[in-house]
């Protein structure tokens, strides 16, 4: 298998090879889970990095951590599809990852109303996210995306 480059997206470990393997139901589960892990990098990457990128104030900064994090989803992969939701725990990993690192104006956002208003504000108002989208990134319905997007609205006004 090819080792990933350091400019990858995580979750994409090589191609398979086309040998035959012996499937049994401990192998056939270990390979769907990677299979479901690789598709939701790949569903995440292009939002995970650019919203790391808005609120640390730095591209490469911010597709660096969003890649550690995804990197670190892997090895709690498991963890996570046995959670309620596994997009919402992948992105409390990835919003505490970058909490130490937002910029002063993002810091201020997230003083000013709860964090997850927060992120709902930069990912629909910076990042253009749909409320499914940005739903579905954050693990929540588009209805609950949708509420605390305006909820945060209402009191930054």
């Not at 498991?78 to 992105?91: C, N, V």
């Not at 927060?118 to 319905?141: E, F, P, Q």
């Amino acid at each position: 298998m090819r080792q990933q480059s350091s400019g990858s997206m995580p979750g994409l470990r090589g191609e398979h090879d086309g040998r035959a393997q012996r499937v049994d139901g401990e192998n056939l589960r270990r390979r769907c889970a990677e299979v479901a892990y690789a598709v939701f990098c790949c569903e995440q990457w292009p939002i995970y990095s650019r919203f790391a990128a808005v609120v640390t104030g730095n591209v490469s900064f911010g597709r660096d951590l969003a890649r550690s994090v995804l990197e670190e989803l892997g090895a709690r992969w498991p963890a996570a599809l046995r959670s309620a939701s596994p997009a919402g725990y992948a992105w409390v990993l990835l919003t505490d990852a970058l909490t130490p690192h937002r910029t002063d104006g993002v810091r201020t956002l997230y003083e000013t109303v709860r964090a997850a208003e927060a992120d709902a504000l930069v990912l629909r108002h910076r990042l253009g996210c749909s409320a499914a989208v940005g739903g579905r990134v954050m693990g929540l319905s588009s209805d609950a995306f949708e509420l605390l997007r305006r909820t945060a609205l209402m009191k930054a006004a």
